[in-house]
């Protein structure tokens, strides 16, 4: 079983400051990671992803995370915040479904909050 | 475009009454999944289907059925046997196809729908 662990249920920062959203992971087999985004009552959308190529993952609106396996964290950053960023934040693993297919566990969310 | 509509967007149900939850994708995904979100609790799996006419269930599928009769369509229903109804509703597809991992693992990221809130009177 593969679970996630995001420290820190809400992250405050100043418009402009860097982000850095917590993601630790535990998985029994070389995991997929995944960062999305949630606006309020909206569905989710994807910021990127880590399928075992290269550790440092670029994805959309100027986010980024690297994987660390020795520290199994997924961490989630961005060098300059902007008030849009203002949002709830889920990290996500891949499991290994025995027919191929695969399933995702979310951590719990880390709501941020961008202050003028 | 394609993508995944979830209707209705709200709905309010009386205690003891079933309600369907409808989510249709036309991404041409294999795969779908109904995931429940509660404040704090991030997202929960209800259940999921891989194949038509074939779902599993989820970590929390007590009270909730679901029908996998079309490629497009994977229906929720909420039961008057789910004792807290309350939460947001989530429908996923997955693409089932294309990269895979070492294992022959299916990589693909999941997406979404806009989702639909339950609240119980």
């Known amino acids: 079983a593969q679970s996630v662990t995001q420290l820190g249920s809400h992250v405050s920062v100043s418009e402009g400051a860097l982000v850095l959203l917590r993601c630790n992971y535990s998985?029994?087999?070389?995991?997929?990671l995944f960062w999305y985004v949630q606006y309020p009552n909206q569905g989710l959308q994807l910021l990127l992803k880590?399928?075992?190529?290269?550790?440092l993952v670029k994805g959309i609106n100027g986010f980024e995370a690297e994987f660390k396996k020795s520290e199994t964290s997924f961490h989630l950053t961005k060098p300059s915040a902007h008030m849009s960023d203002a949002a709830e934040y889920f990290c996500a693993v891949s499991d290994q479904a025995g027919s191929g297919y695969s399933t995702l566990t979310f951590g719990k969310g880390t709501m941020l909050l961008v202050s003028p | 475009d394609g993508g995944i509509t979830q209707s209705p967007k709200y709905l309010f149900r009386k205690e003891g009454q079933n309600v369907t939850l409808s989510c249709e994708q036309n991404l041409n995904h294999d795969a779908m999944y109904w995931y429940r979100q509660d404040p704090g609790q991030g997202l929960r799996l209800i259940y999921y289907s891989q194949i038509v006419n074939d779902f599993q269930k989820g970590d929390i599928a007590e009270g909730y059925s679901v029908s996998r009769e079309k490629k497009e369509s994977f229906p929720l229903t909420v039961t008057s046997a789910q004792k807290n109804p309350t939460a947001f509703y989530l429908c996923?597809?997955?693409?089932?196809?294309?990269?895979?991992?070492?294992?022959?693992?299916?990589?693909?990221?999941?997406?979404f729908g806009e989702g639909s809130r339950l609240t119980v009177l």
């Open positions: 996923a597809s997955r693409k089932t196809g294309g990269l895979t991992g070492g294992s022959g693992r299916r990589t693909g990221e999941l997406f």
């Open positions: 998985s029994s087999v070389p995991p997929y």
């Open positions: 880590y399928t075992s190529a290269a550790t």
